[in-house]
T-cell receptor, first 109, second 115 residues
Framework: GEDVEQSLFLSVREGDSSVINCTYT??????LYWYKQEPGAGLQLLTY?????DMKQDQRLTVLLNKKDKHLSLRIADTQTGDSAIYFC?????????FGAGTTVTVRA | EAQVTQNPRYLITVTGKKLTVTCSQN?????MSWYRQDPGLGLRQIYY???????DKGDVPEGYKVSRKEKRNFPLILESPSPNQTSLYFC??????????????FGEGSRLTVL
């Protein structure tokens, strides 16, 4: 959606870290999310962060939130070929989710 | 197995021929929603339902109808499809969107082409 923006493509070498960035416009967002869509499948929730947190780590995933700049990022450590997918950033405002256009991550050997 | 099931997965139809895409979930979720996914635009919400007999418009409801007569089913109806409704459609459900957790469970998608 127009309120959530992400770059459309990212290419990364296997074993490197991937960083996917997202900006949002509504400061009243309560939760921010990262969803993953593998080819031919629906979206799956990867992780989320509450708006009063700065960082959340879950195994290879690190989410950073900068509320002042309304910037959200997802870092994937040691990127694997199975991480190739489309990653969607989303914000929740009063329970309604708004999605970004998605970042297609391609992992090359 | 907990899942959201959409049918059909693929459909090619012609302008004006009414069609219905079914969505069924077996998780007893109160909340259900339809999205369309278009290149460069991400997911846009068409309609959603907070519970049985309660439906509301999303961001792009024009040309679509829905109904929620029972908890598990949330069909999407295109009364008179047009080529601009060619898209990939996703149904999703959630047990507790009302408390802002935002975890949606998605179906596998229905790719619709309107000629």
């Amino acid at each position: 959606g127009e309120d959530v923006e992400q770059s459309l493509f990212l290419s990364v070498r296997e074993g490197d870290s991937s960083v996917i960035n997202c900006t949002y416009t509504d400061s009243s967002s309560t939760y921010l999310y990262w969803y993953k869509q593998e080819p031919g499948a629906g979206l799956q929730l990867l992780t989320y962060i509450f708006s009063n947190m700065d960082m959340k780590q879950d195994q290879r995933l690190t989410v950073l939130l900068n509320k002042k700049d309304k910037h959200l990022s997802l870092r994937i450590a040691d990127t694997q070929t199975g991480d190739s997918a489309i990653y969607f950033c989303a914000e929740s405002i009063l329970g309604k989710l708004s999605f970004g256009a998605g970042t297609t991550v391609t992992v090359r050997a | 197995e907990a899942q959201v099931t959409q049918n059909p997965r693929y459909l090619i139809t012609v302008t004006g021929k009414k069609l219905t895409v079914t969505c069924s979930q077996n998780m007893n979720h109160e909340y259900m929603s339809w999205y369309r996914q278009d290149p460069g635009l991400g997911l846009r919400q068409i309609y959603y339902s907070m519970n049985v007999e309660v439906t509301d418009k999303g961001d792009v409801p024009e040309g679509y109808k829905v109904s929620r007569k029972e908890k598990r089913n949330f069909p999407l109806i295109l009364e008179s499809p047009s080529p601009n409704q060619t898209s990939l459609y996703f149904c999703a459900s959630s047990p507790r969107l009302a408390v802002h957790t935002g975890e949606l469970f998605f179906g596998e998608g229905s790719r619709l082409t309107v000629l």
